[in-house]
């Protein structure tokens, strides 16, 4: 592999975005693996193909119906959970064929779109211009000083919400706009892998990386490593060998995980 | 004395059950209280009510004199220690970590290393909290509760799986915070002699409060023990 390719602006803004995104979902999807949400993106993401679809047949950048679909329902899945004792994963399971059947429909409704819907699906990273470069540094920014901002918070209504309730934090409030950031990673995360494997971004190098049995940040920091890891020679060699890049990257991702899992049960990663 | 917290005919009903009836007491400045009384008994409850996690009650809950149902503002002030601590086994957080939690200022390294220091938990500030024994895991939770030094120290004391050293420690522990850093506590507990030997204040609960006072009143007093006694093992009984 010559280093030539790294002089080309389009595997530049891939890497980049790619990189961004990568530490996004590290950092948004432990707190979700944390609760039990690890199918939570997977849920969202399927319901924003329905805003694609949506984007689509209206004639507008699918990505910003995507936006709004994800959050809405975003939103919804929490109300339902909350207000209705549905169980966390009953309306994961809702949300997640609601939202392709909608897209499904849509397509069918306008008799197909000449876009390739493939993209959405799996992701387009090498299509990734300067302005959506620009959008996912920006996104990546805000989300990151948030979380910085209120880490003690969104760290301990995940550890034990009664006890951050009584230590005085507004739980809901936090749960909120941590489903509301979830959303918007998710999003922003479709070009990177698309709708269909999102999910292995927020879950397996968080997963990874508690196994490793260190404190909150080094497993932050862990986790983060992994999934840029993945995502960077995921790029480079699917580039090279011309295969898909999501696959690719998420294949990476299992294999760290693997990886853990033998050095664990050789026993020379201790619990 | 100023009364850390006066509950006025606090009543709490449950559907088809009154979990507290009509229970008044106040807690001056200083005391260590320590409220007996069986399972089922409406602790739990009433710890809830007055940590705002139950607003679904009558009567009135006051805080240093102001009503808790107009801010929860007071909540800065309580540190809580609950019965059993429930998080998910795997969670990557350091004991340092889990007290950080409780600070609400910036992290204070000195601070969190001075409070584990006095709970005989040093050595473990970089260990996972779940590998720790359940005696240890509550020695930490105190150490979250005390480090913003709260006025007032809530416990509900864990009923199993707490090793007899865990058990003096702790018990030395809450001696200390109270009669040397003067704060006040209210602690459940199911053990009248440990009771007997380091609280000020009794309070004798089962749905309705059928005793408060000075402990030495309590357990001077034969009749009442047995009371209390007798009505802890019919309670009892009725669970099995």
């Known amino acids: ?268 990663l201790k619990t | 004395m100023l009364k850390v917290i006066e509950i006025e005919h606090l009543t709490v009903e449950y559907p088809g059950v009154k979990a507290l009836d009509d229970v008044s007491f106040s807690v001056n400045e200083g005391d260590f209280l320590g409220i007996i009384g069986p399972n089922g008994a409406g602790k739990s409850t009433l710890f809830a009510s007055m940590l705002g996690l139950n607003t679904k009650y009558k009567g009135t809950i006051k805080f240093f004199g102001k009503d808790i149902r107009k801010s929860r503002e007071y909540l800065k002030l309580i540190g809580y220690v609950p019965q059993k601590p429930v998080f998910e086994k795997n969670f990557p957080a350091t004991v340092n970590d889990v007290v950080n939690m409780g600070l609400r200022k910036k992290y204070h390294e000195k601070k969190i290393d001075e409070i584990l220091q006095q709970l005989w938990i040093h050595e473990l500030g970089n260990r996972r909290i779940g590998e720790l024994s359940v005696g240890q895991q509550q020695r930490v939770f105190i150490a979250k509760a005390l480090v913003n030094n709260p006025k007032l120290l809530i416990l509900d004391e864990p009923v199993t799986g707490i090793d007899q050293h865990s058990i003096d420690l702790f018990y030395s522990i809450l001696k200390d915070l109270n009669s040397k850093q003067k704060i006040t506590i209210i602690w459940s507990s199911h053990d009248l002699d440990a009771v007997n030997k380091l609280a000020n204040h009794v309070a004798c609960l089962n749905r309705t409060l059928f005793f408060h006072g000075e402990s030495d009143d309590f357990f001077d007093n034969d009749e009442l023990v047995k009371q209390y006694s007798e009505a802890s093992m019919q309670e009892h009984m009725h669970h099995h």
């Open chain 1, 1 to 268: 592999m010559s280093l030539e390719i790294f002089s080309f602006g389009f595997m530049q803004r891939a890497l980049i975005s790619g990189i961004a995104i990568a530490i996004l979902c590290s950092v948004v999807g432990l707190f979700l693996v944390l609760r039990r949400y690890s199918l939570f993106g997977d849920a969202i993401a399927h319901s924003s193909f329905g805003g694609i679809a949506l984007g689509l047949m209206a004639g507008v950048y699918p990505l910003w119906t995507a936006y709004g679909v994800s959050l809405v329902s975003a939103l919804i899945i929490t109300r339902i959970k909350d207000r209705f004792n549905v169980s966390g994963d009953a309306s994961v399971a809702v949300l997640l064929s609601s939202g392709i059947a909608v897209g499904l429909v849509i397509i069918g409704i306008s008799g197909g779109f000449t876009v390739d819907i493939f993209s959405f699906l799996f992701g387009s990273i090498l299509l990734v211009g300067v302005s959506d470069t620009i959008m996912i540094l920006g996104l990546t920014g805000i989300i990151l000083i948030v979380i910085l901002v209120l880490y003690r918070q969104f760290l301990y209504s995940t550890f034990n919400e009664e006890q951050a309730k009584v230590s005085g934090i507004s739980v809901e409030k936090i749960n909120y706009l941590l489903i509301f950031m979830a959303g918007l990673t998710v999003v922003t995360s479709i070009q990177l892998v698309g709708v269909l494997l999102i999910s292995a971004l927020f879950v397996i190098p968080n997963v990874t990386a508690i196994m490793y049995g260190k404190g909150f940040k080094q497993t932050t920091i862990l986790s983060m490593a992994f999934s840029i890891f993945s995502v960077v020679v995921g790029i480079l060699v699917s580039y090279v060998f011309d295969i898909t890049p999501a696959g690719t990257i998420v294949l990476l991702s299992t294999g760290i995980f693997v990886c853990t899992i033998g050095i664990k049960s050789v026993g020379i």
